[in-house]
Every structure is written in C-alpha cells, then in structure tokens.
C-alpha cells in the first residue's frame, strides 16, 4: 500500500501508523538531533483563514532575519474521542485541538499546540482532556474553558497513547521513549517511570478496577504493572511480531492482545499465562476490542477481515469482510451492533449475532483510520486520511456532519503568475484554490485520489494537477471546472510543469517515465524514458528548451524538449531525489533529496557547483526566490531553510510545521513564501510590515 512512498517517508508511517494513523510522517530523529544552528523563526499560533498583514518588501538575503509567519490555512486531523456524557468530540490534529458540541453540530472552540497532537482522551468525569504531543509533552486541558491545566514533561520521545485510570486521579502516557509514565492528575506530578520495554510503546489500557495497567510495545511484548507499586506484575511473551493493541475484558479477568504476527492472544491476568491463541488472520492485527458483555471479541486486521471470536471457547464465531485493511473495530455500548473503519474509505456495521452487514457507511475519500461510538450508542463518528471527521446517525446510517478544515496531508502548492491565487494539493483528493490577500477558499476541485501536485499556466487561465489515480487534469482557473483530462501514465503523478509559453505541460509519475502534453489538444507529444525509478519532480528552464526530472534513481536527468534527447545525467545524490527548480536566469538548478542536501548544478555543464548541507532530516522541496539570490528548501522536520546562493550558506530557518514540508513556493512578486506540510496546513511566511 505504500510503495509509492520513497524508502525514508515508508519506514516513518509503517511505524507511527499502528498508533495513530498512516499520517505520523517523520522519525524520531526529532527528539534525538539537536537544532539547526542558523536562526530560527519560532510561529506563534496564528487565527486560520482570515486576513493577514501584507507585506511591502520582497523577501531576500538582506531581510531573511525578519522573516515570519504571516498565517497558516488548514487543519487535519489525527485521532477522536466522545466525552464521557457524549455532548462533546474532541478531535486532535496536526496543530492542534478542537472540540465540537455534538447536539448542535457547532466547533465549541480550538485550542492551538505547538506541535502535532497524536492521541487525545477524555477523563472519566469529562472535565478535563489529556492529550499526547510529537514535541514529547502530555498536556491537561480544562474542557469548559479550553485552557491548559498543566504540561507534563518527561518523556524523551513523542507520545503515543494516553489513558485515565477508571477513577480519573491517575494518567499513563506510552512513548517512542519506550517508558509508561504515570501521573497525577491532580499535581501534574510524575509519580512513577515504569521502564522495561525495549522500543517503543503503542497502547496502554488501565483495567477496570485500575488496579493493573498493560503496555503493548514494538519489542513484541505486553507488560503488566502494578498501579499502585510501579513493579512489573510480568511479562506477557508470544508474539513474534510488535504488538499494537491491548484491551481488557470488561470483568478484567482476560486481557487482549493484537500484533503484527497476525494472531491474537488472550492472557489471564490475575497469572499472566496465555489462554489461548486466536489464529486465523494472514496479516497484521490492528485493532481489538471486547464487548460489553465480555462473551465475544472482534478483531481488525490488514487481511481486510474483521473476526468476531466466543471468548470461552476461542472459536471464530464469524468473519464479516471489507475489500480492504480493516483499521479499527468498535462495539456499540449494547453490544449489538460492531463497526469497522478501513482502508476502502467506508465505515461497516455488522450484526454482532449473525455477523450480517447492516449497513455502509460511505463518503470518505481516504482510509478510515478509527472509529468510536458515543456512550448512548446514537453517534458514531469516524475519522479518516481525508482530513475529515464524520458524525454519522447509527439507526439510519446516514451522515450527519461533516468536521473538515484543510483535509489531509498537503503535498503542493502553486501561486497564480499574478500572485492573487494560491493553489493546494492535498492528500483528501482535493485542489483547492485561495485568495492570497484575504485565505479565503474560493473553490474546490476534486481527484479520484490524492493530489501530488498542481501548476499554474503561464496566463493563470488553466490549473494542472496530478495525481495518485495516474491521471493529469486541466481545470479552468475562473470557474472552477474540468477543462480535460490527460491520462497515459500508468503509475501515480508526482509532479506537473508547464512550459514557459504554455504550450506543452510535463508530468513526472511512478512509472518511471516523463510525459510531454500538447496544452490545446491534450494529446501526448512524446514520452522520456531513462530513469530506472520513480520520477518525483519535473521542471522547465525558463526559456523552455531543457526539461529537469528528479528520481528515486538517485539522479537528475536534463532533457532537450525540442528533441526529446536526454543531455545530462546529474549524479551526486545518494538516495532519492524530491524536487528540482531552476534558477530565474536559467543558469543553475536546484536539487533536493533524501541524502539530506540541496545541490546547485551548472546546467550548461552539468557539473556539480556546490552542496547545500546542514539538516539532518531528508529534504523534499526547494523554490527559488524570483531574484535567484534566495533558495528555500522543505525538511522532514518541518522546517524550511532559506539559503544564500551565492555562498551556499543558510541564512534562516522558519520553524511552525508540524511534519515534514512537501511544497514550498515564492509568489511572483517575492513577497511571499507559502509552505505546504504533511501537518496539514498552508502557511505563508513574509516580512511582516
């Protein structure tokens, strides 16, 4: 499923996907490295989609000092969680949290973070909110206020997963650091470490009696400790693979453990001896959840079944089906109805009794990564990779509100060639257009699948964009609609370039060629084969006569677009190659790639000028400033570094992202810098007046 990703981004998600979704995108090198050495201009939250001041100086080496964030477009979101009385949805993001008073179908409030929010829960009076953070913090929040209580620091790693023990007075927080942490609610204390795993841990569940806590941990093993004392109770060891779940039956007799070996385990508390094992599924175990009545257990895993198992005996009683990797699985609260978040982007209810669809819930255009009923068993809300979080009505199955800001990761952004437009492509299959002055939405335009990238033409009259469902599409910019659709490649659309006239458009896809397209016609003019991988980036010169590709091959490949001829192979890169940008005067081009640089070629020659070196995170886009005396390069670590390019020093690094950067271009004027992340988010950076 995530072939498409190059090798650094793969390892990231396959990772953080078991404890929040397939969207946790950089390493833990976060925490582990220390900070750029050039400055660093530190965001502070900024009021989403509403006028900003308009800078009056063009941004370059002389005032990158001065350079901040002017505001930021878009949301995202990572995981949900009921109030306990079931009136409040809170929803944690990539920056941060909102709450939504279900009756009225209203956002109540948002509460901004300094970094990405990747578990959330409530406590058991509904008062206060915990909430997990990427910065390696857990946070309280007074719920009726939306005001932090208190910040807990400890943990060396981002948090993972958050629980209230069933009296409220106590908090366990599971980490990438390998450590459970438990505190006091109340003082904000850390009253103990329990240490003993040996890589990270991915869930912690509190037993009903809160007598006992479980870890389930990336070194295949659950852990049992005593609340009270801090002692490891003992060690549950049998599966051969991480374990992503853990739950206890609601008696807390059985605990339940689902792992990446395909099985599930049943293990007796009170001795730590294994039940039994529930064999069945092929592929990993994601999710597991008792029923109320304790009597059956319902498993999801990525073998695109669900399994409804009798507890007793440990016989598959039923296995209800999607066509895709099922994510997560929850019972109503009478314990008569399961339903089932997956990849094929719907939600399903099951009869818990006969294991017969009841019904399907669709309208998600990305995977649906969990599922959570209200306690009265009416809502159900669903969130997804599309950025969206779904209320549905249970007894009719129909939606009934839909939480969005921006969807999804944003892969690209394009300014309009007057600067008056911004255009965004994001991961929820969508395009969408703002007025810069204002970052009001002004129209969407919508893929079959996520958009990888977007170009504006020459006279800003047509928009491109390209996408995972292979296919390139011409919209007209004024209104809105889909002028043709260019398909041919048989792979995803990474990138899209028109020419300088606007004749011709480029596009860079998966299946390792580079397409020229007649504009006009629509027709294909002539494909470029050479690379041996996937192609990620294309881009014209600016007087339109050689074409530069980038690709997982390591190299940078220039094209004679008259001839279709290939001219130069640029070698120097040791791992993947993100994006190329030529400089305004045609001379040099920018390459940024996995190995963590930013190279400067000499176009006429071929020849490598210099290496831009000094993050420690792979690069995934660069733009030139229209002076081509700034260059401004997109980091897995959220940060954008702006270069000198004369001297191949960094002058300034703009901190505010989440996660990594995927997009970053200059308005045509200068003045501006839009930025567009997997948090999410567009922001725009400029010298505030």
């Known amino acids: 499923m995530l072939d498409w990703l190059p090798k650094s981004a793969r390892t ?24 750029d050495p050039t400055p660093v201009a530190e965001s502070t939250p900024v009021t989403t989609n509403t006028p900003y001041p308009q800078p009056v100086q063009s941004i370059g080496v002389e005032n990158a000092e001065r350079v901040t964030q002017l505001t930021r477009w878009g949301t995202g979101s990572w995981q949900v969680a009921f109030s306990p009385d079931g009136r409040l949805l809170a929803v944690a993001t990539g920056i941060g949290l909102y709450l939504y008073d279900i ?39 007074d719920v009726a206020t939306g005001q932090p209580v208190r910040t807990l620091a400890g943990h060396t790693g981002p948090v993972s997963s958050v629980a209230f023990s069933p009296d409220g007075r106590q908090l366990a ?61 003992r060690t549950l060891a049998g599966h051969t693979k991480m374990v992503w779940s853990v739950a206890f039956a609601p008696n807390g007799h059985l605990l339940a453990s689902g792992s990446a070996d395909g099985t599930v385990r049943l293990w007796d508390v009170q001795t730590g001896q294994p039940v039994r094992t529930l064999a069945g599924h092929t592929k990993t175990v994601w999710s597991v959840a008792f029923a109320p009545d304790g009597r059956r257990l319902a498993s999801g895993s990525w073998d695109n079944t669900v399994r409804l198992w009798d507890v007793q005996t440990g016989q598959l009683v039923r296995t209800p089906r999607h066509i895709r990797l099922v994510t997560s699985v929850a019972f109503t609260p009478d314990g008569r109805l399961l339903a089932s978040g997956s990849d094929d982007d719907t939600v399903r209810l099951w009869d818990v009794q006969t294991g017969q669809p009841v019904r399907t819930l669709a309208g998600h255009t990305g995977t649906v990564w969990s599922v959570a009923f209200s306690p009265d068993g009416r809502w159900l809300a669903s969130r997804s990779a599309d950025g969206t979080v779904r209320l549905w009505d249970v007894q009719t199955g129909q939606p009934v509100h839909t939480l969005a800001g921006h969807t999804g990761w944003v892969y690209s952004v394009a300014f309009s060639p007057d600067g008056r437009r911004l255009a965004s492509g994001s991961f929820d299959t969508i395009v969408r257009l703002w007025d810069v002055a204002t970052g009001q939405l002004v129209r969407t335009l919508r893929h079959t699948h996520s958009v990888n990238s977007v170009a504006f033409a020459p006279d800003g009259r047509r928009l491109a964009s390209g ?23 048989t792979g995803s659309v990474f990138s899209v370039a028109f020419a300088p006239d606007g004749h011709l458009l480029t596009s860079a896809s998966a299946d390792k060629t580079v397409r020229l ?12 084969e050479g690379h041996t991988d996937t192609v990620r980036s294309v881009a014209f010169a600016p007087d339109g006569r050689l074409l530069a590709s980038a690709s997982d091959d390591k190299t940078v490949r220039l094209w004679d677009v008259e001839r279709g001829q290939l001219v130069h192979t640029l070698e120097g890169h040791t791992d993947t190659v993100f994006s190329v940008a030529f400089a305004p005067d045609g001379r040099l081009l920018a390459s940024a790639s996995d190995d963590t640089t930013v190279r400067l070629w000499d176009v006429e020659t071929g020849q490598p000028v210099r290496t831009l070196a000094g993050h420690t995170w792979w690069m995934w886009s660069v733009a030139f400033a229209p002076d081509g005396r700034l260059l401004a390069s997109g980091a897995g670590d959220g940060t954008i570094c702006l270069w000198d390019v004369e001297t191949g020093q960094p002058v300034r690094t703009l901190a505010g992202h989440t996660f990594l950067v995927s997009g970053v271009a200059f308005a045509p004027n200068g003045r501006l810098l839009a930025s567009g992340s997997w948090d999410g988010t567009i922001r725009l950076w400029g010298v505030a007046p």
């Open 12 to 35: 990231v998600l396959l990772g953080i996907a078991s404890a929040i979704v397939l969207v946790l995108v950089v390493g833990r090198q976060m925490v582990e490295q220390g900070s």
């Open 103 to 141: 009756p009225a179908l209203s956002e109540v409030r948002f509460i901004a973070a300094d970094a990405a929010l990747v578990s959330v829960a409530f406590s058991p009076d509904g008062r206060q909110l915990a909430s997990g953070s990427w910065d390696t913090t857990v946070r309280l929040w």
């Open 173 to 233: 927080s599971g980490s990438w650091d390998t450590t459970v942490r438990l505190w006091d609610v109340a003082t904000g204390q850390l009253v103990r470490t329990l240490a003993g795993h040996t890589k990270t841990v991915w869930s912690v569940a509190f037993s009903p009696d809160g007598r006992r806590l479980a870890s389930g941990s990336e070194d295949t093993t659950v852990r049992l400790w005593d609340v009270q004392t801090g002692q490891l109770v």
């Open 467 to 489: 996408s995972f469902d292979t296919n390139v599409r011409l919209w007209d910019v004024e209104t809105g609609q889909p002028v043709r659709t260019l398909a041919g490649h």
């Open 517 to 528: 397209w007649d504009v006009e016609k629509g027709q294909l003019v002539r494909t470029l």
